[in-house]
């Protein structure tokens, strides 16, 4: 089995190639553009025979042979999608549009990573897959929510009119090793913070919620989705929901008790609850999420610290 990960240098990407690369059968290649991965999260299986590392941006036609596409590429913190939001369209839109004809050329099953963004500023709770969203189309988030939501159209309209075996998996917030340290996303930057000694800046107004999945079991969502039968969209998430109040409080009282708890400005249209309904993935995958919040925070503690070279004390 040959297979293609877009965005396989990322911080998903990269575990998931992990795990196909197990797979004594498993060939794969990664098409990456770096501009938020990195060779390094992929340092491993750099020279590996059955492994290859493409720089190819995806919003460009892509020439390989495989028999299954992962197509994960897109900048995924808000900060990152939000400083080229042209940029971030064309990736989803023109990237996706690629990878589906080149699923169609190779009569390849496709998979396809959207995002719990799709529901927007939800007004259903907890989001089940059948809810069509809430979300503003000319906002600041819109380069990125309703550019999941047109990539999820191309892939449906090319399974309905050309037969292409699709995947579509709604990821909820995941976190864990290998996170960019200033990717600007909650959960790196209060366990770098906590770390760094430095206040943990919570968003206003703090009573918002997210649901926060660790990597290992959203890669385990992510590959039996793949393998089964149904095309989603699966919502893939942990159920378990924190107010970022609750998160800072969290993150305070397992790595650095010490730390301060600011309050800072938020940025527009941030939705104030999600939390996944993750019924179809218990019945259709028999998936459900192993690690909880207070397992998943010291695992990634420990990468943070190696990383920053600052030592439990
Ligand atoms: N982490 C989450 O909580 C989460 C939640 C929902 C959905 N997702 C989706 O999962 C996927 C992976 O997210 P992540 O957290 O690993 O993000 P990430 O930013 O770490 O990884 C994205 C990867 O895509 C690459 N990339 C971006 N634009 C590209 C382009 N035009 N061409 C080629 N490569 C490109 C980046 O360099 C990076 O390696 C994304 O599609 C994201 O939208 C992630
Ligand atoms: O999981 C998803 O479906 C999507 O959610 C996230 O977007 P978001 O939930 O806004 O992620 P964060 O930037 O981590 O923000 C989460 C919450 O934390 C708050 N926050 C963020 C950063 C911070 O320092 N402090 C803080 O309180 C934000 O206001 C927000 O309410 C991811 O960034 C997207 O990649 C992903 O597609």
Redesign the pocket.
């Known amino acids: 089995m040959r297979i293609l990960v877009?965005?396989?240098?990322?911080?998903?990407?990269?575990?998931l190639v992990d795990k196909l690369m197990e797979k004594e059968k498993n060939e794969v290649i990664v098409?990456?553009?770096?501009?938020?991965?990195?060779k390094d999260?992929l340092k491993k299986w750099i020279g590996h025979p059955r492994f290859e590392l493409i720089r190819?941006?995806?919003?460009r036609p892509l020439f390989v042979e495989v028999d299954q596409i992962y197509?994960?590429?897109?900048?995924?913190?808000p900060i990152?999608?939000k400083y080229n939001s042209v940029?971030?369209i064309?990736?989803n839109v023109m990237?996706t549009l690629n990878m589906l004809g080149l699923a169609k050329r190779l009569r390849a099953r496709i998979l396809?990573?959207?995002?719990?963004?799709v529901y927007g500023d939800p007004l259903e709770h907890p989001q089940k897959e059948t809810y069509w969203g809430n979300v503003n189309p000319i906002g600041v988030r819109s380069c990125?929510d309703e550019g999941?939501r047109m990539a999820e159209t191309l892939m449906f309209d090319y399974y309905r009119q050309y037969g292409i075996e699709i995947r579509i998996?709604?990821?909820?917030?995941?976190?864990g090793p290998?996170?960019?340290i200033d990717?600007g996303?909650v959960v790196s930057n209060f366990i770098a913070q906590a770390i760094r000694n430095e206040p943990l800046t919570v968003q206003l107004p703090g009573t918002q919620t997210r649901s926060f999945?660790y990597?290992s079991d959203?890669v385990d969502g992510l590959t039996q989705l793949m393998e089964g039968t149904d095309t989603g969209p699966i919502n893939l998430?942990n159920p378990g929901e924190f107010t970022m109040n609750e998160l800072a409080k969290a993150v305070q009282e397992l790595i650095n008790p010490k730390v301060q708890i600011s309050e800072v400005e938020n940025t527009p249209d941030d939705p104030r609850q999600r939390k996944p309904d993750i019924t179809k993935a218990k019945e259709v995958l028999g998936w459900e999420p192993k690690v909880n919040l207070h397992e998943g925070i010291p695992l990634m503690e420990d990468d943070f610290r190696r990383r920053l070279g600052v030592p439990r004390t």
């Open positions: 877009t965005g396989g240098a990322g911080f998903i990407g990269s575990h098409a990456d553009n770096y501009f938020t991965g990195s999260n190819h941006d995806i919003s197509h994960l590429a897109c900048p995924a913190s990152f999608y940029k971030t064309k990736t990237g396809f990573t959207s995002t719990s963004e990125y999941k998996a709604r990821i909820f917030n995941t976190y290998r996170m960019n990717d996303r999945c990597v959203l998430g």
